[in-house]
């Protein structure tokens, strides 16, 4: 890369945090500390709390939410601010369990060595899909990710018949040292700091020189070019990096469920993670982590909400009970295309703009 894009102004000075915002992170802190012995106690300091009032949540939910927000960061750093666009998000996936599977559940290596095997084989499948991507554009490259798709999947199947048969593949209890996670709420505090670190870690990416070479890259391929960029190598590169995190996340979903089969990296599991970046916000990592928790969370809440209905008869109970699973699809799915009409830029835009209109009402 040239030295061009090394060629940067004086940045201004960063501003002080104030103590409000101290005050609120820590509040922020102390809420995702507690909130998992809330969800397992069913109680908040002592006092009981109805499956209604907890929102219909329970502790693995949030364990699933957490990893699934590994694989939207990871794809949102690959399409939001890489510009490339990939549906084979879940071959990274099914690369990160097999690699644990190979690794922990045959070779019994020490789970965080099984997950710098599974980043490392991930990283490698990466780069291979990104090889297209240096001759092919638009649809065609999409196409060669969604074949990339489909050669991992098959060869996620052959590797589980031919050494666990269609019970599917085994994964052990992981241990870290003596420390054995086999809890949820174990599970909890290894991925909420795991989380926190990929988000830290890819905004820092994204702040140093080649990441804004990246973005440049998304918005003009041919001015990044003629900036020096070597835009051929920052492709491999995003896909390298993203593809590492989304098989890290594939082994730890793997050990989370314990038993994985080829069919749970269908396409459908790929498309959810678009789904989570573009009702999240495209090129907004924080976005990643709200579209996760919406495409999680919400099926389960309105489930939650609509369990009152119970007791009911007539039409109340054919809708709110005989056709609950079809109703929460419905509601789920009008609440995605209102957002997508009215908030394109996804709920990070959308919370932004009320935060700037709030601000604008005060000095006003």
């Not at 099914?94 to 095997?117: D, K």
């Not at 490698?124 to 999409?142: D, E, K, N, Q």
């Not at 991992?152 to 048969?165: D, P, T």
């Not at 905004?203 to 900036?227: C, F, K, P, S």
Request: net charge positive.
């Amino acid at each position: 890369m040239s030295d061009t894009l090394a060629t940067s102004t004086v940045a201004p000075a960063r501003a002080k945090t104030s103590p409000a915002k101290w005050i609120v992170r820590a509040i922020v802190l102390a809420v995702l500390v507690y909130a998992p012995f809330v969800l397992v106690s069913r109680s908040i300091f002592g006092i009981p709390l109805s499956n209604m009032q907890l929102l219909n949540l329970g502790l693995t939910q949030i364990n699933l939410m957490l990893i699934a927000m590994l694989g939207a960061l990871s794809l949102n750093f690959l399409t939001g601010s890489a510009g490339l666009i990939s549906i084979g998000h879940a071959a990274f996936y099914a690369t990160g369990a097999m690699t644990a599977a190979i690794f922990g559940t045959q070779f019994g290596w020490p789970f965080p060595l099984v997950l710098v095997c599974a980043a490392i084989a991930g990283a490698l499948a990466g780069i291979l899909a990104g090889l297209p991507s240096l001759r092919v554009r638009g649809l065609y490259f999409v196409l060669s990710t969604l074949a990339v798709h489909y050669v991992v999947v098959f060869l996620f199947q052959e590797y589980q018949f031919a050494f666990f048969g269609v019970v599917g593949v085994p994964f052990a209890q992981p241990n870290i040292g003596p420390i054995a996670i086999d809890s949820p709420i174990r599970w909890y505090f290894f991925l909420l700091p795991l989380v926190a670190l990929v988000y830290l870690g890819l905004r820092n990416v994204l702040a140093t020189r080649e990441g804004r070479a990246l973005m440049a890259m998304r918005d003009h391929e041919l001015a990044a070019t003629a900036m020096g960029a070597d835009v051929r190598i920052l492709r491999l590169k995003a896909f390298a990096l993203s593809s590492a995190i989304a098989a890290v996340a594939g082994a730890l979903y793997a050990h989370l469920l314990t038993n994985a089969t080829s069919e749970v990296f269908g396409i459908n599991f790929a498309i959810q993670f678009i789904a989570m970046i573009i009702i999240g916000g495209l090129g907004s990592l924080s976005g990643s982590l709200l579209g996760a928790a919406v495409w999680l969370l919400l099926p389960t809440i309105i489930t939650g909400l609509t369990s009152f209905a119970a007791d009911s008869t007539g039409i109340v109970r054919t809708v709110l009970v005989d056709h609950r699973p079809q109703l929460v699809q419905m509601i789920f799915g009008l609440i995605v295309i209102v957002l997508l009409i009215f908030a394109p830029g996804g709920m990070a835009d959308l919370i932004a703009k009320l935060r700037a209109a709030l601000f604008g009402r005060r000095r006003g």
